[in-house]
């Protein structure tokens, strides 16, 4: 591959440090160089001329549902597609979140067993566009739920599931550990799991060399995910004291991410009368107060905290993503440039790639803004500011050519 210098740019490195004028080589998938660089170093590739853009790591959502079927783009009240349906909605929204300036995802749980295998793999050949995924297969749920699928009570019909996830080519697990209010009021506080059940399912996942997330409410459902190893912990609104200081210790091996876009988006909702909210609407306004103070708390004690945020709903479709960085400043204290940094680097930490950071060495998933997102993350909701969106070195999204140099 040819490579890519991309001159006068203001480089948002994805560390904190303030933005500074500068240039960034890349060459394959990965950059080479940041800082003052020779156009020569381009010799046989292409100069852009960044005209004073900001060049920023690309996004990293923490908590996504490709197959959950609503977007910017389309508007589909069903929740749960048939099979053909649900693969051309993951195909779509892959490629939106791209749009969207994301150029990785974590996944949260699929409603279809393969779909994000298949178009992960479908993406790394290059054959569709969209983020590097991390993805899931159905989340896991106790027999009798309401959920699509019910799996077997017990540790070893965990240890079947967590095979069978191996065997289908996910990157990883997900647990549902507690319950949830907005699906049935008070199960919040119930466990969905026993101790013995998320200890087995954490124990074979670290056998198949599988990453283990939970969806974790109750404060004993977060200490049932601490104690057997749990990866990515979601929500977590109900953290007690113990709870608290659990998440502290393990700050180095877990991620936070609190999802609070939708809970946000059920309160500003506006359904048609034939469909009833209230009970939604009413389970998110606890969840709104208590991650106000759970969530700087958490941060202040060094625990990673990540912008996602449950987006695929009608009223919280794929695409609206970047606004969980508005709601990190909003709700929980967070600067334009701290929300910038959970959305990079430390989402470049949950994937578990050299990615998120613009450094030599690092993979060049990279955004070039016009204007300036440290002053105001929301214009990153704004497509038309997107002016470039690479990811591994490929355009996605080229320069408008008039922007675009000839190497002297
Ligand atoms: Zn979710």
Redesign the pocket.
Known sequence: MRPILLRNVRIFDGTGSPPYLGSVLIEGEHITAVGDIPVAAAAGGEVINGGGATLMPGLVEA?A?LSWPSSTERFIPEFILPPDEMLLAVIRNARILLEAGFTSAYS??ALGERVEVLVRDEINTGALPGPRLRAATIERSPEGDEAAVSHGRGPEAMRDFVRHCKEIGVDQVKLIISGEDALKPGSSQELMCTEEEVQAACDEARKQGLWVSA?TQASESIKMALRAGVRVL?HCTYADEEALDMLQAARDQIFVAP?IGVIVATLEATPPPHIDMSGMKAAAVPVIELASKLIPDLRRRGVRILPGG?YGFPFNPNGANARDLQHFVDLFGYTPTDALVAATKLGGELMGLELGQIKPGYLADLLLVDGDPTKNVSMLLDRSKLLMIMKGGKMHKAPAKTAQLQPA
């Open positions: 908590h549902h949260a749980g969806h979601y999802a449950d």
